[in-house]
């Protein structure tokens, strides 16, 4: 079973890293793969830069529960530059919990396909 969600952020102003309309700004299209992962809530952080230690630009809670197989999500008008993206779960039938991390580079008047898989300890 695939679920959608779509996040789109082309009207908010005032973030560090995003923009509305302002020339220099891509987008990335995020696919989390869960796999066989009986997922509660996905916690989603994306920072800007190379390293975790500012804040998140995007902090949320996605109430996805229960999926098995590919999410997506859009983010739109984002600075060019590097970005991490952080997906972290626990497993409903395990308790395990499940992490997931890409780091993707964002070009100005392009969308970038960024793929991300959970992976449960």
Known sequence: MAMTFALTMTRCSGWPGISHGVSGTGSAELKLSTGDIATGPIDMKLFRGAGTSDAPIISMRIDAHPVHGVM?????????????????????KTRAPCDGRQTFRVVASETLSVSVSLACS
């Open 72 to 92: 997506s999500a859009y983010l739109g008008a984002l600075f060019a530059g590097d970005y991490i993206v952080d997906f972290h779960t626990t497993d409903t």
